[in-house]
Every structure is written in structure tokens, then in C-alpha cells.
Nanobody, 114 residues
Framework: VQLQASGGGLVQPGGSLRLSCVASGFSFRNTPMYWLRQAPGNGLELISGISSAGTTKHYTDPVKGRFTISRDNSKNTMYLQMDNLKPEDTAIYYC????????RGQGTLVTVSS
């Protein structure tokens, strides 16, 4: 399993970012996928998941209504559209094939600050 997240950066509060996760080494189209994050000094936090076909999505309360998960199985890629970002969203974001993040690859840093 190889997973590479990208798209992070510095954004002002209220701004938006779109993260991408490119997958290889397994059958992406048959695998549910997850986004997790780790804020400075905190543990790994599950924030969103999507079924293999993309028809079922779930979000944890801190991001519900602001983040949107999606996937393109033809490109072996998953996305996370993040809108109305808040300073507390500052974290390293990871994609994973499991909801504990055991298979996570290299993450991407998102910093929300004015």
C-alpha cells in the first residue's frame, strides 16, 4: 500500500483548500478510504470516510458541513475539499485504507492562520 497526500498549505481563516491522495499498490476501487489528521501535540483523529464506490460518506462532528470527501476510482485518487477553515483545523492530514490510520502514508500540512 502506497498513499501520498498533497495539497496542504497556509490559508487564512474562512479560506479553502483541496487535498488529494494518490493511491497505488492495492485495488483502490474496491477499498474504503479515510482521511485522518494530527494536530500539534494531539493524537491521530479520524475525520472522514468514503465507501469503495463513493456512495457512502461520513464525517466527524468537527468537520461536518465544512469538509467534503470524494474519490475518482479511474484516477486512484481521493479528495478532501475543505471550506470555511478554522485555526483548529491546523494539522498534518493523512489518507489511509483503515480508520485507525495504520496504513497512512506521508501526510500534508495544513496551517490555518491570519
Amino acid at each position: 500500500v502506497q498513499l501520498q497526500a498533497s495539497g496542504g498549505g497556509l490559508v487564512q481563516p474562512g479560506g479553502s483548500l483541496r487535498l488529494s491522495c494518490v493511491a497505488s499498490g492495492f485495488s483502490f476501487r474496491n477499498t474504503p478510504m479515510y482521511w485522518l489528521r494530527q494536530a500539534p501535540g494531539n493524537g491521530l483523529e479520524l475525520i472522514s470516510g468514503i465507501s469503495s464506490a463513493g456512495t457512502t460518506k461520513h464525517y466527524t462532528d468537527p468537520v461536518k458541513g465544512r469538509f467534503t470527501i470524494s474519490r475518482d476510482n479511474s484516477k486512484n485518487t481521493m479528495y478532501l475539499q475543505m471550506d470555511n477553515l478554522k485555526p483548529e483545523d491546523t494539522a498534518i492530514y493523512y489518507c489511509s485504507t483503515d480508520d485507525r490510520g495504520d496504513s497512512r502514508g506521508q501526510g500534508t500540512l495544513v496551517t490555518v492562520s491570519s
